[in-house]
């Protein structure tokens, strides 16, 4: 064991000097606790002796005073009290009240009145004080007597405290009522006999004991009702006591109460005081015993104790600060060549040349030591030297490879990152901030993966897959994947991910070289777009070709039943269906035509559309199978919009898509809404439509487009709606889009160029 790793960082002198003054004061300290245990043992056990002795002797004048009080008592009850209750025929109550007098005039000084009391409380004898007073108190006493008595099943006597009137002129008086009650021979209560005793008289010389030990006396029934206590006390005018087992436990303690009620004596340490207890049994069975207990500070016993340890630590102190100065002096002529070789050692550390040898003298270790680390220190020097010339050398090459290696990484065109062994930047070049918008002083210090991923389930997935790469081959080359910019949009690249670590196997961090692939997508995306339309094209026009021919004989066939219907007078209803039906023939074949203009790339004349108009006659066209489907159409626009470029037919065919998908994205009903706004400074009418329904989740919003793409296979989609509206839109220079919040409606908004 190290004891020098006890402590904190302290030069020699000190760890001397404590050495020399743990050697002085811990046999010191070991003594003096050892006295200190046995004074105060010692101290201790005369105490309890002490207390004990105390107890003794009030208990004889207690004891005493209490027998002699119910001898008294035990007479008049056979003498008056019990001829009085219990017989028929009774003595005269004057001569009964003379022998009370005379048998209360035979008693010593504690007892001073007899009272006899019938079961109903009332006064039937009284023998005292003849004063004026005695007559004034003579119907006191006999209910709180009763009630005392009756909460009692045995005929043993009833100790209570109360305040009379004695008949002097020192007024009411603390006293101690000693009842005993009086019952037939089938236990009925009859009566009541009292001895009334004062208390000064009665519990006289309980205070006394030893000088030493101030403390308190007590005298208390079993319930925890005093009947005398010497510290509540007021000059014997009142008796303070507290009538409260809550007081009693705290001063005796329920440990001590309960040995006292047992018939035990003996001392307990309760709090800050030592308490002797005894239980004072008068002799009658069944009769709860009266706890007298005596109990005196802690800080009267130890006030002996702490005096002789005040002069104990001062002999102590003066001790211990002539061993410290001896251990100063010691430690001074041995740590003086420890110092000199401490102050040589840290030249030598600072690459300074130490002035001369050492002159250490002490003919000992020290001085072998002392020349030792002069052969030392000149070979070091020698070593020094030589290393430094290496070192500029090589820091010289080192520099040129790193001014070349930087030039390279930092005008790459690709992302260069470096990242440090948790995955935080620590390399950022000017491709990175090129490709993802972070200037240097941005991204160094900040996780690689929180800033450049993109969020998402996929995300966890790909991590896992990078992780299983590096942790078999040590890289990841050129895999395809999205990072993401700091404007929060997603970067399609190419990454390659690769582990860097030292000789010895230790992770040093990582690089990741990350090549723009937007260019690469794109090209990819249009050509797989070209090829889709080019299949669509082919098959559109095939579709327009041999849906003509029949809509042609459709066409003829309407015209000529419309002929037939007005030659022979067919109701007007009739008339209007089949104009109905005929208007839904020719827009068919607008369709047809519009599917071989998709097809074909072919050009429309361009004329004036009011698009007012337009969505008007489609509200009306669609007001029945809208108001068939619980769908209301709000109509709210302004009156002097003005005229756009393109085809009526084709923009007709534009918003009935939207308005028929709008529709059925509602199955349930609801509000189709339409917003018609110019803005100036594209030149363009734009019209958004949009609706109360679920609208299309964001991540089929790119693909609503595409021809042949749709949602509703249950409801007969084609897929080719949206794909002809974009069609059309693109032709007459305008655009159609989608957008609306991720859990909200989607908003489709047409765009028209303005004639000007």
Not at 132 to 153: I, P, R
Not at 349 to 374: C, H, K, S, Y
Not at 497 to 514: C, D, F, K, P, Q
Request: aromatic fraction near 4%; hydrophobic fraction near 40%.
């Amino acid at each position: 064991m190290n004891v020098n790793k006890l402590f904190p960082r302290l030069s020699i002198r000190a760890k001397l000097a404590i050495a020399f003054l743990a050697l002085a004061s811990v046999p010191a300290l070991a003594f003096g606790a050892g006295s200190t245990w046995l004074i105060l043992e010692g101290r201790r056990a005369r105490t309890e002796e002490t207390i004990q002795h105390d107890l003794e002797r009030a208990t004889l004048r207690v004891s005493r005073s209490l027998a002699e009080v119910r001898n008294h008592l035990a007479l008049a009850r056979v003498a008056f009290a019990e001829p009085w209750l219990l017989r028929d025929s009774l003595p005269a109550r004057a001569g009964l009240a003379r022998f009370a007098d005379a048998e209360l005039s035979l008693a010593d000084d504690a007892l001073f009145r007899i009272k006899v009391f019938d079961a109903q409380g009332d006064l039937l004898l009284q023998t005292g004080p003849s004063s004026a007073d005695a007559g004034a108190m003579a119907g006191t006493g006999g209910m709180l007597y009763l009630v005392a008595v009756e909460g009692t099943s045995g005929s043993g006597p009833v100790y209570l405290p109360v305040e009379l009137a004695d008949g002097s002129s020192e007024g009411l008086v603390p006293a101690v009522a000693v009842l005993e009650p009086v019952r037939d021979a089938g236990g009925e209560l009859v009566g009541i006999l009292a001895g009334e005793a004062r208390a000064s008289t009665l519990f006289a010389g309980i205070d006394d004991a030893s000088p030493e030990l101030p403390g308190r006396t007590a005298v208390v029934r079993a319930d925890g009702l005093y009947l005398y206590h010497s510290g509540e006390k007021r000059d014997w005018n009142r008796l303070l006591a507290e009538h409260s087992p809550a007081r009693l436990s705290e001063e005796l303690g329920s440990e001590a109460l309960g040995a006292a009620l047992r018939g035990e004596s003996g001392t307990r340490r309760v709090g800050n005081s030592l308490v002797g207890f005894t239980a004072l049994g008068l002799g009658t069975p069944g009769e709860p015993p009266l706890v007298l207990y005596r109990s005196v500070s802690m800080n009267a016993i130890l006030a002996p104790l702490q005096r002789f340890l005040l002069r104990g630590a001062g002999g102590a102190a003066v001790m211990l600060a002539v061993v410290l100065s001896l251990a100063v002096l010691a430690a001074r002529q041995l740590t003086r060549p420890l110092y000199r070789l401490r102050t040589a050692a840290g030249q030598v550390a600072r690459g300074e040349d130490p002035a001369g040898t050492l002159q250490v003298e002490t003919n000992d270790e020290l001085e072998d030591l002392a020349a030792d680390f002069d052969t030392m220190s000149r070979h070091l020097q020698q070593a020094r030297h030589e290393l430094e010339s290496l070192v500029e050398e090589r820091t010289r090459a080192l520099e040129v490879t790193r001014a070349e290696l930087s030039e390279v990484i930092t005008h790459s065109a690709d992302a260069i990152i470096g990242l440090d062994p948790t995955g935080r930047i620590r390399l950022w070049n000017l491709g990175a901030e090129a490709l993802f918008g972070y200037t240097v002083d941005e991204a160094i210090g900040e996780d690689g993966e929180d800033l450049l991923e993109c969020k998402g389930p996929e995300t966890e997935h790909e991590r896992a897959y990078i992780r299983q790469l590096l942790a078999g081959d040590g890289a990841v080359v050129n895999l395809r994947t999205q990072r993401r910019h700091r404007d929060g949009s997603s970067i399609p690249v190419s990454l390659t991910h690769t582990r860097i670590r030292g000789s010895e196997g230790r992770s040093l961090g990582a690089s990741l070289v990350i090549r723009d692939d937007r260019m690469h997508a794109q090209l990819e995306e249009h050509m797989r777009r070209s090829e889709r339309l080019a299949a669509v094209s082919i098959m559109a026009a095939g579709l327009a070709h041999e849906l003509n021919n029949p809509l042609s004989i459709l066409c003829n066939r309407m015209e000529l039943i419309l002929g037939d219907a007005e030659r022979e007078g067919v109701s007007d209803r009739l008339q209007r269906d089949l104009q109905v039906v005929g208007d839904k023939v020719e827009r068919i074949q607008a369709i047809t035509s519009d599917l071989l203009s998709f097809a074909r790339e072919g050009e429309t004349e361009p004329q004036a559309v009011a698009v007012g108009d337009v969505l008007g006659r489609l509200l009306r066209l669609f007001d029945r199978t809208l108001r068939k489907a619980g769908v209301h159409a709000c109509l709210d626009w302004p009156t002097d919009l003005p005229l756009v470029y393109g085809n009526e037919k084709a923009i007709e065919t534009i918003f009935a898509n939207l308005i028929l998908n709008a529709q059925q994205a509602m199955t349930e009903g609801g509000e189709i809404f339409f917003d018609v706004r110019v803005e100036s400074e594209t030149s363009q009418l734009a019209v958004d439509v949009f609706d109360s329904g679920p609208g299309v989740p964001p991540e089929l919003r790119k693909r609503v487009f595409e021809p042949f793409f749709t949602t509703k296979n249950d409801q007969g989609g084609t897929g080719l709606g949206l794909a002809v509206c974009r069609a059309i839109a693109e032709r007459l220079g305008g655009s159609v889009a989608v957008d609306g919040p991720p859990d909200g409606p989607s908003r489709f908004t047409v765009r028209l160029p303005i004639i000007t």
